[in-house]
């Protein structure tokens, strides 16, 4: 089946203290494939959610027709947080291809869906990182060292270059 959707996270949705199902609508092979984080919204903190542990999910029989499903959570999101439901599918090529095999496009269809929920994940993620514009010359951005970043920030130079700046206190 095809991919029809580029939508790979659900939520935020609030916390209120009752509610404890959650409906995603992004295919997934299995409910292993999710990844669940619940953030403090004064904070920020975000904490990953285990399954069987803080929640069950319910998936909705044939995913290429129904995609997504719900996820339970064992005891409701306080008020003041937030839940956010994604996917964390592992990053491997499990179809194997034999010569004088059988072809099955099925086979061909769900390899070429890993692929896409992938890339889709990538792109989530992306969209939620720091970037230069596309106009930026290569030779402007710069790798941010690993050491030496103690009391500094990340900032822009004169010329507008990014650099470690150092902190006043």
Same mark, same amino acid.
């Given at each position: 089946?095809?991919?029809? $959707?580029?939508?790979?996270? @659900?939520?935020?949705?609030?916390?209120?203290?009752?509610? =404890?199902?959650?409906?995603?609508?992004?295919?997934?092979?299995?409910?292993?494939?999710?990844?669940?984080?619940? &953030?403090?919204? @004064?904070?920020?903190?975000?904490?990953?959610?285990?399954?069987?542990?803080?929640?069950?999910?319910?998936?909705? @029989?044939?995913?290429?027709?129904?995609?997504?499903?719900?996820?339970?959570?064992?005891?409701?999101?306080?008020?003041?947080?937030? !839940?956010?439901?994604?996917?964390?599918?592992?990053?491997?090529?499990?179809?194997?291809?034999?010569?004088?095999?059988?072809?099955?496009?099925?086979?061909?269809? $769900?390899? !070429?869906?890993?692929?896409?929920?992938?890339?889709?994940?990538? &792109?989530?993620? =992306?969209?939620?990182?720091?970037?230069?514009?596309?106009?930026?010359?290569?030779?402007?951005? $710069?790798?941010?060292?690993?050491?030496?970043?103690?009391?500094?920030? !990340?900032?822009?130079? @004169?010329?507008?270059?990014?650099?470690? !700046?150092?902190?006043?206190?």
């Amino acid at each position: 089946m095809t991919i029809s $959707t580029t939508d790979r996270k @659900a939520g935020p949705f609030d916390g209120n203290d009752v509610t =404890v199902a959650f409906p995603f609508t992004f295919k997934v092979f299995s409910t292993a494939d999710l990844y669940v984080v619940k &953030a403090d919204t @004064a904070t920020g903190n975000e904490t990953v959610l285990v399954l069987d542990s803080d929640f069950t999910v319910s998936l909705n @029989a044939d995913q290429d027709v129904n995609p997504g499903g719900t996820l339970t959570m064992l005891t409701a999101p306080a008020t003041g947080t937030t !839940l956010t439901i994604t996917s964390d599918i592992d990053i491997l090529q499990p179809v194997e291809l034999t010569n004088m095999g059988g072809f099955y496009p099925t086979v061909i269809n $769900t390899a !070429l869906d890993r692929i896409t929920m992938i890339l889709q994940q990538v &792109a989530e993620s =992306v969209a939620r990182c720091v970037k230069f514009s596309v106009s930026t010359p290569s030779d402007e951005i $710069t790798e941010i060292p690993s050491d030496g970043r103690a009391n500094k920030a !990340l900032g822009f130079d @004169a010329v507008g270059t990014l650099t470690m !700046l150092a902190m006043t206190t």
